[in-house]
């Protein structure tokens, strides 16, 4: 399907246009921390930066069910100007009250790039390919998170400080318009959806599918923490990056894997057994004693996140309220940001006063909670595909 120019385009442009998602953050750590010499100011601004993002995802949505996918255009180039207004805010001295005001303007106007590309891969991959396209933009999800901190890493390296996030101000932008400009999404016009203003919140399904993606991303959060928490209690901190990559490969290799086979389970099913599959990977990892045994895990813990992100992506795609469904996957986005600011403060409070397996254990039980929901009443997420 991907071999396709008008399915490849789209792909690799949104690709592209969310390396910003992916990296923002770290650069603006780097460039406030270094013009003010506070990791407090600068843990501010990058706070700021993403309560705005997820507090904005709904309307972004609304705007591209009104309006259609080119008005990506006008929030990337704002979320652009805003980047390299910071950029410009530290190099000058500006206070840092004032750098936490842009770096928030920075997340109100972050384009809602991955709510318009699922909304246009229906249209683009059909009935039969849809469980494959979903399972490459689940995968497309995980890169562009290590992509991006990688990526900056570089840049950071190489340029003064700011030159990491204007890089990303202007690839952004380029991605954004690459994107807008293919015909699919030129041909995604919205449905100008001009019935009660009714937030795509009203249908009760899409709380529990919130309620699906938040209990996963519990879990990037806490082994976000809990990874190398554990490596540096083996005097092994240096090693914590081996452990996040061995968990985003597993997730990479079992999206690969789900996007590869042909399902016979209905989504609600094939969401199910995904949650008892990614609980019991999470669980797992309360037994490793040593960095080996960890890493060998971590692998196993990763296989089934992108393929139950994908089926949650399958499950919106179906239960949105018509002429609502970019809105319906800006309140997933969303619901994935708070579950992994959870997970990391659950994590960090857990492992204070009980050790890592336990952190592991909580992640478990409450994926294991929201499981035994869809199990006792599949009728809360009625999917008929």
């Known amino acids: 399907m991907f071999a396709r120019p008008d399915v490849a385009r789209p792909v690799a442009a949104a690709f592209l246009a969310r390396l910003r998602d992916g990296g923002t953050p770290l650069a603006m750590v780097l460039l406030v921390q270094h013009g003010t010499g506070s990791f407090a100011v600068a843990g501010s601004a990058t706070g700021a930066f993403g309560l705005a993002a ?4 709904p309307l972004h949505g609304r705007l591209l069910d009104r309006l259609g996918q080119r008005v990506l ?3 990337a180039a704002a979320n ?3 980047m390299l207004a910071l950029v410009a805010a530290v190099r000058l001295g500006a206070p840092p009250p004032t750098m936490v005001g842009v770096a928030m303007v920075i997340g109100l106007m972050l384009p809602a790039q991955a709510a318009a590309l699922r909304s246009l891969l229906p249209d683009l991959a059909g009935e039969r390919l849809r469980p494959a396209a979903y399972a490459v933009e689940a995968n497309a999800q995980e890169l562009t998170a290590i992509c991006g901190p990688l990526i900056v890493g570089v840049l950071a390296a190489v340029l003064p400080p700011g030159g990491a996030l204007a890089v990303l101000a202007v690839v952004g932008f380029a991605g954004t318009v690459w994107y807008v400009t293919a015909p ?3 041909a995604w016009q919205g449905t100008g959806f001009t019935g009660p203003r009714r937030s795509a919140l009203r249908a009760p399904a899409l709380w529990t599918l919130m309620l699906t993606v938040a209990s996963i991303s519990i879990i ?3 082994v976000q923490v809990a990874l190398p928490a554990f490596a540096g209690d083996r005097d092994a901190t240096h090693l914590a990056g081996l452990l996040l990559s061995a968990f985003a490969v597993g997730s990479l290799l079992g999206g690969g894997a789900y996007g590869a086979g042909q399902w016979r389970w209905s989504t609600v099913h094939q969401l199910r057994v995904l949650l008892l599959v990614v609980a019991a990977g999470v669980a797992l990892l309360a037994v490793a004693d040593g960095m080996v045994l960890m ?11 992108a ?3 994908a089926v949650t992506f399958l499950a919106c795609d179906a239960i949105a309220t018509t002429g609502r469904t970019a809105e319906s996957f ?5 619901a994935n940001t708070a579950g992994f600011g959870l997970g990391g403060a659950v994590a960090g409070f857990t492992i204070e006063w009980s050790g890592t397996s336990a952190a592991f254990v909580v992640a478990a039980t409450v994926v294991l909670m929201v499981a035994a929901l869809l199990w006792v009443r599949p009728t809360a997420l009625p999917v008929r595909s």
């Open 330 to 334: 800006t309140w997933l986005g969303a």
């Open 73 to 75: 255009v006008g929030t």
């Open 295 to 305: 890493t060998g895990l971590v692998l196993v813990a990763g296989l089934g996140m």
């Open 184 to 186: 699919a999404a030129r």
């Open 80 to 82: 652009s100007a805003a």
């Open 307 to 309: 393929p139950a992100f």
């Open 54 to 57: 997820a507090l904005s995802r």
């Open 220 to 222: 990037l959060g806490v």
